[in-house]
Structure formats: C-alpha cells, structure tokens
C-alpha cells in the first residue's frame, strides 16, 4: 500500500471514530429528555461539535485537545451529565502525538472545571459523595487513555528505531558487497591491462632502441593502457567512498579528445561559457559522455571526424557530440549498455538525453543536464 493510499485510509478513520463519538455523545444527550430550550439546543451543537473536532486529531493534536476539552465544559454546564468521552480520544491522540506536559496541565485544568460546571448547573446537588466518586473515575479514565497514548507513542518509535537499524544493516552489507566487487574487479582486470601495458611500453621502447619509427597505433594502445590503468583506480577508490583522489571532470574532457586524435579521429572540442560554475556531479557526466561516445565512434562508428560541442549556460550545462559515422535513420544502431548508462546518468540529474542517427548521416547525442538541482 502506497503512502498516498494509506493517509486516505487513516482520514478516513479519522471521519468514522469522530462521527461515532459525536453520535454516541449526542445520543447520550437525547436519551435525558431535555426540552428544547435555547441552552439545551447549545449543549446539542457542543455535544457534535466536541466529537466532529476529533476528525483533525493527528494534523492539530494540542487544538483538538483543547476544543474537545472546552465542549465538555460547556455541555456539562449547560446541564448535560454525558461523560467526556471526546476528551479521552484527544488525550490519548495528543499523548501519542509527544504532546505529555500540554496534556496534564489541560487535564488538570478540566479536572477542576468540570465539577464546577456540573455544580452550576445544577447536576451534583444529590450530595459530595457522588461528585469525588465521579471525578476519581474522570482522573482513572484520564491515567489511562494517557497511558495508552504514551503506550503506542513508545511502539511507535521503537519500531521507527527498528526500521533505521535494518537499514543501516542493509546499507553496511551493500557497503561491503560494493567493496567485494570492486576487489574482484581490479583483480581481474588490473593484471590483463597491466600486461597489454607493459607489453605496449616494451615495444616503444624497443623500437625507439633501435631508431625505428613507432606507430602511432602503437602509441595509442600504451597510452589507452595506462588510462585504464588510472580508471581502475580510480573507480576503486570511488568505490570505496574515498575522496581523496578528485573525480574526472569538465577539465579531463581534452585528454579525452587529444586521445581520441591520436587514434587517427579528427576530433574537436569546443566549450563556451563558465567552467568553473559546472557541479562536480555535472561535469563527471560530461566526462564520463564523452569518453563513452568517442570510444564508440571508435570501435562501430566507421567514421572520420567527430565534434564535442559543451555549452555552459547559466540555469543549465548542454553537451553535442556529432561523428561523420555509416549510421543513418534507416540503420539506427541498437542500444547498448554505453547509451544506457549516459541515460541513467543524465536522467539520475534531472536532464535529458537524446542519441539518434542524423538525417544527414553521422550519429549525435544530445544532453541537457541543469545546474541548479545538482551539488
């Protein structure tokens, strides 16, 4: 059951326990045969209305209690001898509520107004020992709709307690399961890439050893494997919650793109407006774009050139990446977990995303991302 389904449901228990009450109360009034005098017919509306008002005893409890306690007063002292029946329902709500001090001291203040309404008007004249048996009752019924308010308010926040323990719990066990997987990750990867490094360094150094020309091919694979490399550990310490090491950001995306030129791609950047009012959230986003679309462009594309285009606005950051790729609107590519994750990312920020193939060729991703919801 939803939050929204179930605060309907508690309103409408709210509305049946006042109607019940006010309809007890008015019916206990009725069953003494008042005459319908202008004071009678006040004691009538003070009966309802002290019942009614408990419909609104969870958003105001200290203002129930003290309308509830007011229409017992009065109907007492109009000549109405009905228990205060409303009064225990706001006791007992103001209680749960966390509102104990307003409730004694309102309840010693009833306690001490109602026998004297009850005397004014004329109902306890048959002798003292009816009225300190009444109010030792009236005390006994205030004790205990109290302490069953204080009873469910207890509950209440021991279960609450319970609640933020199973999820720190759940929370420290995604913790260690995030830590694990990260272990397992670099473990795997870190020694394959540590070997296409090294291999890729050997053969630089060697073919400069002897003064022959390096490939740039080659070059680009060293210089991939120690990105990779510096990836790995970052994403590690990321993962680990360290933040030690600072984030690839709006300022690495060049290194992106001076990569991607040396792989034989004709890639431009060009970013206007002010970096430095860019969130960190915002610009590892861009980055993490970037490095995704170049690398795809470079792999499936079959292109020649590619475009980034990042526009910081004042209100939002929009990011255009556009390739010269074989993809056409009649051959749109599948997505791939790559564009999945840019949407994830751009949606987890409020912004849009759009990656389509252009009608005149080439592929373009689109992205807005806002500046004022990130931090």
């Known amino acids: 059951m939803s939050a929204g389904e179930a605060g309907v449901r508690g309103r409408v228990g709210d509305w049946v326990i006042a109607v019940g009450v006010a309809t007890a109360l008015l019916v206990t009034g009725l069953s003494e045969q008042h005459s319908a005098t202008s004071l009678d017919l006040l004691g009538y509306a003070l009966l309802t209305a002290g019942g009614l ?45 966390g509102h104990r001090t307003v409730t004694v001291a309102a309840s010693v203040t009833m306690l001490a107004a109602l026998p004297l309404a009850a005397l004014a008007s004329g109902l306890h004249d048959a002798g003292a020992a009816f009225a300190r048996a009444r109010g030792a009752l009236e005390i006994a019924w205030l004790i205990a709709a109290g302490a069953a308010g204080e009873a469910l308010r207890q ?86 919650d360290d933040d030690t090491t600072p984030p690839r950001g709006l300022d690495h995306v060049p290194e992106l793109v001076e990569r991607a030129r040396r792989s034989g791609l004709e890639a431009t950047l060009t970013i206007e407006g002010q970096r430095h009012d860019v969130p960190t959230a915002v610009g590892r986003t861009v980055y993490r774009i970037v490095q995704e679309s170049l690398t795809n462009i470079a792999r499936h594309a079959d292109a020649g050139t590619a475009s980034v285009r990042i526009d910081c606005r004042p209100d939002l950051l929009a990011l255009r990446i556009d390739d010269d790729g074989k993809a056409t609107p009649d051959t749109a590519p599948q997505p791939g977990v790559g564009l999945l994750g840019m949407r994830e990312r751009v949606t987890a920020l409020g912004g849009r995303l759009r990656a389509e193939p252009r009608r005149e060729g080439g592929f373009t991703i689109q992205a807005e991302l806002p500046l004022e919801r990130t931090s």
């Open 155 to 240: 509950a209440e926040r021991r279960a609450d307690e319970a609640e933020r323990t199973r999820e720190e719990t759940a929370r420290r066990r995604a913790d260690e399961e995030r830590l694990r997987i990260a272990r397992e990750l670099h473990d795997s990867l870190t020694h394959q890439i540590s070997v296409i490094k090294v291999q890729s360094e050997v053969a630089v150094h060697v073919a400069r050893k002897r003064g022959e020309h390096v490939p740039e091919a080659l070059l680009a694979i060293q210089e991939a494997g120690r990105e990779a490399t510096r990836e790995l550990r970052a994403t590690l310490q990321a993962l680990r």
């Open 53 to 97: 008002v408990l419909a609104a005893r969870r958003r105001a409890p200290v203002a129930v209690l003290a309308v509830a306690g007011l229409c017992a007063v009065g109907y007492q002292a109009v000549g109405f001898d009905v228990p205060v029946v409303a009064y225990l329902f706001a006791v007992y709500a103001a209680v749960r509520a």
